[in-house]
């Protein structure tokens, strides 16, 4: 390897990066000149400037007294060079008189408009002949400072969102696929009434209360992102309710995690025996369907309603609290419309009974205990059933009524009637 090349791929940067290319080229031909220019408004204004490897000072001058004008046309390529044996007819360029040149050749950088137009030159005091020039050296050199110039830009750009998100009175934060919270704001830090050093890498589950039908683990298990009530016990242990949102980023870096303060109607969501909401209900559904995929399990969903009556809300309540006591605290009562109340539950023996045997052993106990239901008199009393499995993937199809099994409970024992 040359000199030349040698000193072209040391490790540098910046400033240090230009007078390595410029030793670089003395090394090579005796370049005596190399400057970095940067375009805007039509101005140039050398950012870096090196002779043989010594700093000189800036120098702003008009586009169009300078031989880089025809770098910035419209239809050359971007890759090009151009080169200039005699710089006679460039008289009103200030490096001219400045340095007593000869000759130049430039390239411009291939670089994302939103990062400027810059380009890299040398230049020398006598006329070069066209086989003298180290094109392919200018070549390397021009893309290692465009691949500088990407990096320091994403620098001061990862900079400028963490000092954003350290001072931002909003609360947010990535939250990772598996829970962890990251790249937290000083508004979500305030809200959790934490410091953000404290919060780094704790898992959501630790610090905020979704009641007893969500966890953050279903919140995971739904890539489309999710809105809930949300509550925080602060230091003197009372409750202060947020609601909660998640949006979805991508599958690595999972979603933006954002509190903001409640309406006081959102509070009842963790009463205990909340009756949950249709929008509940399809949430846990589709976390549902995505738990029963991962693990190859089944579950099982029931509507229960009144055919030929109407069914107030006081009475929706009612029967909430009378189906609580047979059910789990994680099994979900949620109201489907005016016209059925749904029950998902898991709740199976796993005693090697069929499904559906467990199944109609849930609905008789269901039956039973509906019979002190005062609504129950308003018209026939109705329990469709559905079995989940890892074959569903449709919530909307799920919890269609009319799309699951409807029983009879004749002599307290329960047959299927399709």
């Known amino acids: 390897m040359s000199e030349a090349w040698r000193r072209l791929a040391q490790t540098a940067r910046g400033e240090s990066l230009i007078h390595q290319v410029a030793q670089s080229l003395y090394a090579d031909g005796r370049w005596s000149f190399v400057a970095l220019g940067h375009h805007l408004n039509g101005?140039?204004?050398?950012?870096?400037?090196?002779?043989?490897?010594?700093?000189?000072?800036?120098?702003?001058?008009?586009?169009?007294?300078?031989?880089?004008?025809?770098?910035?046309?419209?239809?050359?390529?971007?890759?090009?060079?151009?080169?200039?044996?005699?710089?006679?007819?460039?008289?009103?360029?200030?490096?001219?008189?400045?340095?007593?040149?000869g000759c130049y050749l430039g390239r411009r950088l291939d670089l994302p408009p939103a990062l400027g137009e810059f380009h890299l030159f040398i230049m020398d005091k006598i006329s070069r002949a066209e086989q003298e020039l180290p094109k392919r050296l200018l070549v390397t050199a021009a893309d290692r400072v465009a691949d500088d110039l990407r990096r320091r830009a994403d620098e001061q750009e990862l900079n400028a969102l963490r000092q954003m998100q350290q001072s931002n009175p909003l609360a947010f934060a990535r939250l990772s696929p598996s829970?962890?919270?990251?790249?937290?704001?000083e508004g979500f830090a305030q809200r959790l009434d934490k410091p953000q050093s404290e919060l780094h890498g704790r898992h959501l589950g630790e610090l905020v209360d979704l009641g007893e039908n969500l966890s953050v683990r279903d919140l995971l298990a739904n890539p489309a992102g999710i809105k809930r009530p949300a509550r925080v016990i602060?230091?003197?242990?009372?409750?202060?309710?947020?609601?909660?949102?998640?949006?979805?980023?991508?599958?690595?870096?999972?979603?933006?995690?954002?509190?903001?303060?409640?309406?006081?109607?959102?509070?009842?969501?963790?009463?205990?025996?909340?009756?949950?909401?249709?929008s509940l209900l399809h949430d846990r559904v589709q976390h549902e369907l995505a738990r029963l995929h991962r693990n190859q399990q089944v579950a099982a969903l029931f509507f229960i309603g009144i055919d030929g009556g109407e069914v107030s809300e006081a009475q929706w309540h009612q029967l909430n609290d009378l189906l609580r006591p047979l059910l789990r605290s994680e099994d979900l009562v949620a109201q489907r419309d005016e016209q059925y109340l749904a029950v998902l539950t898991a709740c199976f023996d796993n005693r090697g009974k069929p499904p559906r045997e467990q199944m109609s052993?849930?609905?008789?106990?269901?039956?039973q205990q509906l019979q002190q239901w005062p609504a129950r008199e308003a018209g026939q009393l109705v329990i469709r059933s559905?079995?989940?499995?890892?074959?569903?993937?449709?919530?909307?199809?799920?919890?269609?009524p009319a799309q699951a099994t409807r029983w009879r409970v004749p002599d307290a024992s329960l047959h299927s009637t399709g």
């Open 234 to 278: 602060d230091r003197d242990g009372r409750p202060v309710w947020f609601s909660l949102e998640l949006s979805p980023i991508d599958g690595q870096l999972g979603f933006v995690v954002t509190l903001t303060p409640s309406a006081p109607n959102e509070h009842n969501a963790f009463e205990s025996g909340h009756l949950g909401d249709e």
């Open 386 to 400: 559905r079995l989940l499995t890892s074959w569903d993937n449709d919530p909307a199809q799920v919890l269609d």
């Open 361 to 367: 052993a849930i609905a008789g106990k269901l039956h």
């Open 179 to 185: 829970g962890q919270i990251h790249q937290i704001s």
């Open 43 to 101: 101005q140039v204004r050398i950012q870096v400037a090196s002779q043989a490897g010594q700093a000189l000072a800036p120098i702003e001058y008009p586009l169009d007294t300078a031989p880089c004008r025809l770098l910035y046309q419209a239809n050359r390529p971007v890759d090009s060079l151009i080169y200039y044996p005699q710089l006679k007819r460039f008289s009103h360029w200030p490096l001219v008189h400045q340095f007593e040149l």
